[in-house]
């Protein structure tokens, strides 16, 4: 069975089956509905989406898409719903300008326009037969959720999986009661740490990195999951590569300013990739060279 | 009932140790049992003991002036709290609090200072094995000082 036809059995389209080009024009937004908006953190919100025409938003985990407020500009924001449920699109966006502002800040009802999903998502359906390790940083977390999702509805396929999330402080954790069910519904291993605790706070306190050579895997049969800030996941790749994980195993989302979305205007353009259309998420053997230079 | 001894061979810490060196370390070593808040180490105060956390969570914290103390890292299951008792003039530079029950092996730090003078090769094994710790707490500061998670606007 190919990839793409093992993924389609489990529900999952693979990523070349959800390619832009589906629609006829990629620049063009498609309506959604903004169903609801959950307030996750101080500045980051959770919205639920619905098309206003045809049915749900088919993606394959790791994909993001072009989310805009009209008349205020988009912005490229990942997925952070379950690919394996067809339900309202959800996006987990942090409110950290104009156009992001006026995304969370939409009342119920509003339409927001939306180009996608694009990019090439996380191919979780690699990691199978073996040990999964998924390191987030931050609001690093929501791209991964759908991964992790993805992970739990088909568990049986896996070994060992881990959940290593690393926050600014607790007040910053996000999908808290996500992490609680991971751990005990699906046997995974959620492990947490902020950079700054206060007294209250019983948790870790620490890089997320730090987790890494603790997780328990067997480097050999080992895929690693990582996002978060670029210098976050530098260090994270190097730690899992210390514990003897290939590099090709380690796949990185990377964020950069997108702007077409569809691999025309460059903006994202890390040297030989375009990360729109390339990534976001790329093995680390393709992307160590390229992370390390100053000025790509 | 597992010896102290028999306990430190399976401490990631001491990992690599002969048995006769980890023999001489529990020489110096006793089980202690530390309840939540209560403080294993007292900034400015003489660090006369060296913990290797067996279960459990410390944490590494510093007090502000009219403030809660800032938790800076938290050592755990596998880890060790306090280097100063190796570094003279052998004072807490932080306070270290157990925030969960914790138990944890407790070394005297004249006794093991004075097992290290006497025996280089063990001196250098227990350093060698502090300078690791270090390290990885100097990056993991360092990193924090870039304060990754912190808001960037949009491009």
Partial sequence: ?296 | MQTIGQYLAEHPFFAGLDDDVLEQLAGCATNVHLHPNEYLLREGEPADRFYAVRRGRVSIEVRKAAGRPVMLDTAQDGEIVGWSWLIPPNLAKFDARATTETSAVAFDAACLRGKCEADPRLGYALLHRVTQVMDRRLQSARLRLLDLYAVEAEA
Wanted: aromatic share 6%; net charge negative.
């Fill in chain 1, 1 to 296: 069975m190919t990839s793409q036809a093992a993924a389609a059995a489990r529900g999952v389209p693979a990523p070349d089956a959800v390619a832009p080009a589906r629609r006829p024009d990629p620049m063009l937004p498609r309506p959604f509905e903004l169903q609801r908006t959950r307030r996750d953190t101080h500045d980051t919100y959770t919205l639920e989406l619905a098309p206003l025409e045809g049915g749900p938003l088919a993606f394959a985990s790791g994909q993001f898409t072009m989310l805009g407020a009209f008349g205020m500009g988009e912005v490229p924001i990942s997925i952070s719903g379950d690919p394996t449920r067809p339900g309202p699109l959800q996006h987990t966006v942090r409110d950290v300008g104009s156009v992001t502002h006026a995304i969370v800040t939409a009342a119920p009802g509003s339409v927001l326009g939306v180009r996608g999903p694009l990019g090439a998502g996380w191919n979780v359906l690699a990691a199978a037969g073996g040990d999964v390790v998924f390191v987030a940083g931050g609001i690093g977390l929501a791209p991964l959720r759908p991964a992790i999702l993805e992970v739990c509805a088909h568990r049986d396929d896996y070994r060992q999986v881990a959940v290593l999330y690393g926050a600014r402080t607790p007040m910053d954790l996000l999908f808290l009661e996500d992490l609680g069910d991971w751990a005990r519904e699906y046997g995974i291993a959620v492990e947490v740490t902020v950079e700054r605790g206060e007294e209250d706070w019983e948790g870790r306190v620490g890089l997320v990195t730090n987790l890494i050579g603790r997780a328990g895997f067997a480097a050999d049969r080992t895929t690693g999951f990582i996002c978060g800030p670029e210098v976050m996941m530098r260090y994270c790749a190097t730690a899992f590569i210390e514990q003897g994980v290939a590099e090709n195993r380690l796949r990185l989302s990377m964020e950069r300013n997108m702007k077409c979305g569809v691999g025309l205007c460059g903006h994202c353009q890390l040297r030989e990739l375009f990360l729109c259309v390339d990534g976001p998420v790329v093995t680390y053997d393709r992307l160590r060279p390229l992370m390390s230079r100053a000025e790509l």
